[in-house]
């Protein structure tokens, strides 16, 4: 799972991406956290990114949209500042809702926090953790965070293209 502005999710299966029939799979930014809650781009409502993204947080801790959000806000949680810790702890809190829906669904080995999350983790961990270990139906999934920092989401991405060249090296022969 990764944030920036937005939210998305890589499921792996078996070492493999999970696409999906669409090539949609991994939208977690827009798994319903609150059905009632503000209109999204997406045509939904309370999506996770309305609750967890970057800029969402930003607002809910009464802060203006800048150059480096997670910077500035990892720098002013480390602080004490209370309503930008109040805020991550209810972007935690999303981010478990959102993720109980799909640890009951998949029954993953373990979820990884990456991208922007990553430097947020001490403070959304606590709430996200909670969160999930009260809603999923068998035992708590463990949550860690990828210690490959915001390059994570592109060295996945990379991965999964020479991935395919390994797999079937005269497919990429046949094309050239
Ligand atoms: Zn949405």
Redesign the pocket.
Known sequence: MSAEVGIGAAVVVDGRLLHGNRGFAGELG?VPVRPEGPE???G?RG?L?QYAGEDAVLRAAGLEPGEDRVGLLSGRAEQGDAAVRDALHEAGTALGIALTGAVNLLDPESVVLGGALSGLAPWLLPSLRSELARRTAGPPCPVSVSPLGPEGPLLGAAHSVVRGVLDDPTAVAERA
């Open positions: 827009h999204c781009a997406c939904g999506c990114e």
